[in-house]
């Protein structure tokens, strides 16, 4: 990988994006709030946001909102539903004694640029109902969708990658 | 709080039997994929969640394996996924449309 330069303030805030993360995880795993535990956890989280937060940069993560935020969790709660309704909805095919599927293989379109969000969009429409991404190139997307409604382009980007896009695209708007 | 995390536990093992149930039932790779992907992504995250709501020493770090079992589970079977439609497994006689040659057209190389 080809040496990037970037901004001290774009390199200030990904290592604080990075230690903050690093914290939460280490008090997620000890679960104590002893000084020694702490101390070592800010030591570790530190070095370690030291040596890797030109990584995190490089992934290409927008910088943090009030209205990214926001956006963020209403993602969060819509995707937790979505996978829900995809465990229902795939559980019934399996035990149904017939097996309702009509599988196939279709194309959809993203608007979206970044690859991280690429890779986000196509993170969720696997986890959610019958859909899931086989590959990904430039803005097309490859989808199996285990029960087929559609098979024009426009409409199967409205049906699977809509409702996730519509999120993603103003979480990563410049 | 002891039932509820049994519940909790139990759903997810229910989740995790029907997963299994399908990728035995279910005609080809992809349609396999699928049951494997969706029910043990729920499946796994309530039997965690679950232990950790009995345990609740364990809570924290139950929800973070959880959340990281969410993350990286799409990610293995888009991988097998990928292999599979690469060097083209025959898809089940139930399938209704292939759109992957439109696909391959568009990558002009």
């Known amino acids: 990988m080809p040496e990037v330069k970037y901004k001290t303030i774009h390199r200030m805030r990904s290592f604080a994006y990075l230690f903050f993360i ?3 995880s280490w008090l997620a795993l000890t679960s104590s709030f002893q000084w020694q ?11 370690l946001s030291l040596v890797l937060h030109k990584n995190y940069l490089a992934l290409g993560f927008p910088p943090l909102s009030i209205k990214r935020l926001v956006f963020i969790i209403i993602y969060m709660i819509m995707l937790f539903k979505e996978i829900v309704v995809a465990n229902i909805d ?4 399996v035990i149904h004694p017939k097996m309702p599927i009509k599988p ?5 379109k993203t608007g979206l640029k970044q690859d991280i969000a690429k890779m986000i969009l196509a993170n969720s429409i696997t986890l ?4 899931f991404t086989l590959d990904i190139l430039g803005d097309t997307l490859l989808i199996h969708w285990i029960n087929v409604q559609s098979q024009k382009t426009d409409e199967t980007t409205k049906m699977i990658g809509e409702r996730f896009e519509k999120y993603l695209r103003v979480i990563f708007a410049e | 709080m002891n039932g509820f995390g049994t519940i909790i536990t139990g759903i997810g093992v229910l989740f995790l039997f029907l997963g ?6 279910l005609p080809d790779v992809y349609n396999r994929i699928q049951a494997g992907t969706k ?9 965690i969640l679950g232990i950790g709501i009995l345990e609740p020493s364990w809570f924290w770090k139950a929800c973070l394996i959880a959340l990281f079992v969410m993350a990286t589970n799409p990610i293995s079977s888009h991988a097998i996924a990928r292999a599979s439609n690469k060097i083209g497994v025959p898809l089940c006689h139930k399938t209704v449309v292939d759109q992957t040659k439109d696909f391959k057209k568009d990558r002009k190389t």
């Open chain 1, 22 to 24: 690093l914290f939460i």
């Open chain 1, 37 to 47: 535990e702490l101390s070592i956890g800010v030591f570790i989280s530190f070095a």
């Open chain 1, 90 to 93: 795939v559980a019934y095919r």
């Open chain 1, 104 to 108: 196939g293989i279709v194309l959809i």
């Open chain 1, 128 to 131: 959610t109902p019958g859909t």
């Open chain 2, 20 to 25: 299994n149930l399908g990728v035995l039932r």
């Open chain 2, 39 to 47: 029910c043990t992504t729920l499946g796994a995250f309530l039997a």
